[in-house]
C-alpha cells in the first residue's frame, strides 16, 4: 500500500492523528534535509520543520489525493518562507537618527 493510500484509509476511518504520524514519520527525514540544505542552519531546519508538521496536521484533513510527497514539499516552502520573513523582521533594528543622540 502506498503512503497517500495508507493515509487516504487512514483518514476515511476518521484517525486524523495516525494518518499525520504516518506521514510525518514518512516524510519528515526528507523535508527535514531538504529544509537544511536549502536554509543551511540545522537548528533553523528544525524550527521550520515543527511549523511544516503543524501545517501539515491542519491541511491533512483536506487532503483528497495525488501525490502527498509534492503537497509536503510545497507546505514546507511555505512554512520556510513565512520562517525566512519572521526573520528578516526579528533582525531589522531602526536605524539611529540625530534624534536619538547619534551623530553628535
Known amino acids: 500500500m502506498s503512503l ?9 476511518r476518521g484517525d486524523g492523528k495516525e494518518a499525520a504520524t504516518v506521514a510525518l514519520r514518512t516524510l519528515g527525514p526528507e523535508v527535514l534535509g531538504y529544509l537544511e540544505n536549502v536554509l543551511g542552519d ?7 520543520l515543527q511549523r511544516f508538521a503543524e501545517d501539515l496536521w491542519k491541511w491533512l484533513p483536506s487532503y483528497r489525493g495525488g501525490s502527498l510527497r509534492a503537497a509536503a514539499y510545497r507546505i514546507a516552502r511555505h ?4 520562517f525566512r520573513r519572521e526573520a528578516w523582521r526579528r533582525r531589522r533594528e531602526p536605524a539611529a537618527t540625530d534624534a536619538d543622540g547619534y551623530g553628535r
Open 42 to 48: 540545522r537548528d533553523d531546519a528544525r524550527d521550520v
Open 4 to 12: 497517500e493510500e495508507r493515509v487516504q484509509d487512514l483518514l476515511a
Open 79 to 82: 512554512a520556510e518562507g513565512r
